[in-house]
DNA sequence: CCTCCATATGACCACCCGGTCACATTCCGG
DNA sequence: CCGGAATGTGACCGGGTGGTCATATGGAGG
């Protein structure tokens, strides 16, 4: 969405603006992010910037593009062993790199938080797209699980993806919480998966 | 935190000037929300509404204070169910009559949805305060399920905590998503807890 | 009736925002 | 070296914000 000026940038300065905004936007939510401190911090001036985009909300969805993109590339590695692990390792292993990315680019991180609890109307079609876009493999993933039988098939299907849904954005939420000790996060993630896995009621076989 | 002169108003302006900026804290956050709106739409004068409060924020604890207190009677009849009723019986109880606050007084409902997404500095020591409050009776509800057995002793209890109040969270933003079906809704609330209480796992006893 | 104090008012302030535009600068092909 | 196209610039615009304050209004007690 960015005009060709902006590709036509020496990469330096393009890097710079980008590096910029992802910083804004990770301080604040779309609405409250600021154009113009944006410009400030980046040493440019405040035309030049919509000589490379049409105006804020074009950066923004920019800015989201890039990240996701990032953090979709960071993800990889997990679904490359969709074959060899279970439904539940699989999670296990998804929320861990999840974790290692928010920890990585805490930037990044906070921009997608922001993202998805943006209530603007002109970022809510993009969102619903680009929730699309990080659900589908996971909901893969959950189908192969109801499917083989690693997951009750009593389960209510739309129950279950919810539960996840609702779980994984708590725990992504609180990936940078301070005051987290690394070492013990990891365990921690497992934990809450754990009580995902068995459920609450006591079980008989053990 | 209202200036005496507020308490002095009659009580009919005193509740146009509560609603009017009800109606405004629900259709934005805290940081978005106009004060100009609502004097405007209370049909005072700006001056005024610093005769009764210091500020902005003084006016918006006011109300979050206001629209908490509101739910909580709302709920109370919930808990005196607390010695009748089991861990998983108290808690679908609970949510069914959250949903029933959130469709009796949506615009109180929407207030405390963007309350509690709020990142706004200034609200959120105010902010830590108020989940406290909410989450004492969860607690006691939890240690009381742990306590008897009816939940599994085996469960990490943070890790309980965790995942039902991210449920919580994300069953409550659903309560009004338009195109919801009210007989239907209540039998979802019901499948989602029952995908907590039983986990994912098959169980070989049923 | 007059005084005094609480209350009501809205013009006004400084500051911020996203966006525009006439003009300066840079760059490059002829 | 020139001329035209691409790019850079920041003063400026209209409109919004939370907050202030001198002044006007009202009502109760002596």
């Not at 990889?76 to 692990?85: A, F, N, S």
């Not at 990044?108 to 922001?114: A, D, K, L, P, S």
């Not at 943006?118 to 893969?140: G, N, W």
């Not at 959950?142 to 083989?148: K, M, Q, V």
């Amino acid at each position: 969405m960015p005009k060709a000026t902006f590709f036509n940038l020496p990469g330096k300065k393009r890097d710079l603006i980008t590096n910029q905004a992802v910083q804004e936007f990770a301080r604040h939510p779309y609405e409250g992010a600021s154009l113009s401190a944006i410009v400030s911090r980046a040493g440019i001036a405040k035309g030049s910037m919509y000589q490379y985009f049409t105006g804020k909300k074009d950066l923004y969805q920019y800015i989201i593009q890039e990240v996701y993109e990032k953090k979709r590339e960071f993800l990889k590695p997990v679904w490359e062993e969709k074959d060899r692990l279970n439904f539940f390792e699989l999670a296990s292993l998804y929320y861990r790199r999840s974790w290692h990315f928010a920890r990585k680019y805490p930037l990044h991180h906070r921009v997608t938080v922001n993202f998805w609890e943006s209530r603007d109307i002109a970022v809510r079609d993009e969102m619903l797209h680009k929730k699309e876009v990080r659900s589908t493999e996971f909901l893969e993933m959950l189908e192969a699980g109801l499917l083989s039988g690693v997951i009750s098939r009593s389960a209510d299907k739309d129950a279950v993806w919810f539960v996840y849904h609702a779980v994984a954005k708590a725990l992504i939420d609180n990936f940078l919480d301070p005051g987290v000790n690394p070492e013990s996060h990891e365990a921690y993630i497992n934990s809450v998966l754990t009580v995902l896995e068995l459920g609450l009621r006591p079980r008989k076989e053990q």
